[in-house]
């Protein structure tokens, strides 16, 4: 199976979740040795990207710059509320690639590839496909 | 065939303009039925971003939470000043995926894809792929 | 050869380097005709863009406005205090993807290809992927 989708229920307003091992586990269920692995978020309040996964601080660095950089005093028009969340979701983006080399993915020595959490807690998906090549 | 591009024709000077028809328009000629999509934009003051479709309000937030974050006044060296818009396309970014499967592209409930014109009104181009796997 | 890396050694704590010409010969390494070339930086404190590369200015302004908008005083708990540049990183990605056609780069006129460096000067790399279709 080449395409499939996976789970990530998160704990809070903002969190990063480390989806590493999801993302392995669908390079393995694929069978393709090389190619390339297409992450998508289908939220329109969440993100997908990759960062040090080394040290947690690092992940609530980035989600305190987020806070600080989008402003939510602005007179938003949404009537939701959660237009920050939403400019976060454009700003980090809905999908990413790794590329595959011999099954695995060739993620730098630090690197991590985070599902992004900006109007949680909710239960999320994401889904994914496998191109040989 | 699998390769060709469409035109958007913007008429502010920041715009978020749907094109979810045409990039559904461009798998339907591809003929493909599972694969990836690529959009990909052409310019250096415009992007391509995913986010949510149903209330307007939310693409006019994204537009003006942009213009405060990224400040008017600094004093750029480039002359033509419209340095903003340059740095409002790399927060976004040049290229989008959407993964295919049954010929229909997999987004999620709200979302939809959107042309973002930052230094318009101009006659733009969207250029696209569909790789089938 | 459809997949390798090539080296981007920075010269700054943070510089736009071109890698467009690197990008154009690893597509003619892959002797791809039609297809997508992957562009993947394995780092955390860099990034990969697409921009204007005419007028050198425009980096430089994309560099102060990132050194504007991220704050430098914020308390990060990060202890090797580079999270401005992990969060450049993110705001950037870490992949792009440009369309192939005819064994050429599918750039816009004013576009070129950037490494972008956020925590140098360092040694870098780029890996790439090219997939035919």
């Known amino acids: 199976m080449h395409a499939s989708k996976f789970s990530v229920n998160t704990t809070a307003h903002m969190q990063f979740v480390d989806i590493t091992a999801q993302a392995q586990q669908a390079v393995s269920e694929s069978g393709v040795n090389d190619g390339v692995l297409y992450l998508f978020s ?24 987020f806070q600080t950089i989008i402003p939510s005093s602005y007179p938003y028009r949404h009537a939701e509320g959660n237009s920050p969340s939403h400019m976060m979701a454009t700003l ?8 595959i080399t011999g099954g695995k993915l060739q993620l730098g020595t ?21 191109i040989a090549g």
Chains 1, 2, 3 share one sequence.
């Open 110 to 130: 630090w690197q991590r590839i985070f599902f992004c959490e900006y109007d949680g807690p909710r239960n999320r998906k994401v889904t994914w496909k496998v």
């Open 42 to 65: 289908p939220h329109t309040t969440a993100g997908l990207t990759i960062n040090e996964g080394c040290d947690p601080d690092v992940q609530q660095d980035l989600l305190g710059v």
């Open 92 to 99: 980090t983006g809905s999908s990413l690639i790794v590329i």
